[in-house]
């Protein structure tokens, strides 16, 4: 038969244990928080570093389309201005 001081003693060991285990689990959760965190942070670069390229993608297509825009609008101009002075020598 187990005495009240050996009761005790075996309720203190297992409460000891218990803190033990979980010190060790919440060490656990604070690294897998960290190493979350972490990726969410080279996520966070990535998708900016995403968005400034669709940008620069976008202001490349503007770019490009206002260009032959002009060099059209240039050409037609050119022509006309030609047609004028044909019209003028005659």
Do not use: P
Not at 16 to 33: F, N, P, Q, V, Y
Not at 43 to 65: G, I, N, P, T
């Amino acid at each position: 038969m187990t005495t009240q001081a050996e009761r005790l003693a075996a309720l203190e060991q297992r409460l000891t244990d218990h803190e033990a285990r979980c010190e060790e689990r919440l060490g656990e959760i604070k690294a897998a928080a960290a190493s979350t965190l972490r990726a969410v942070e080279g996520l966070k670069s990535r998708s900016w570093a995403l968005v400034v390229a669709l940008l620069a993608w976008a202001l490349a297509q503007v770019w490009s389309v206002n260009a032959a825009r002009l060099d059209r609008l240039e050409a037609t101009g050119a022509g006309t201005l030609q047609q004028v002075r044909h019209v003028a020598a005659d």
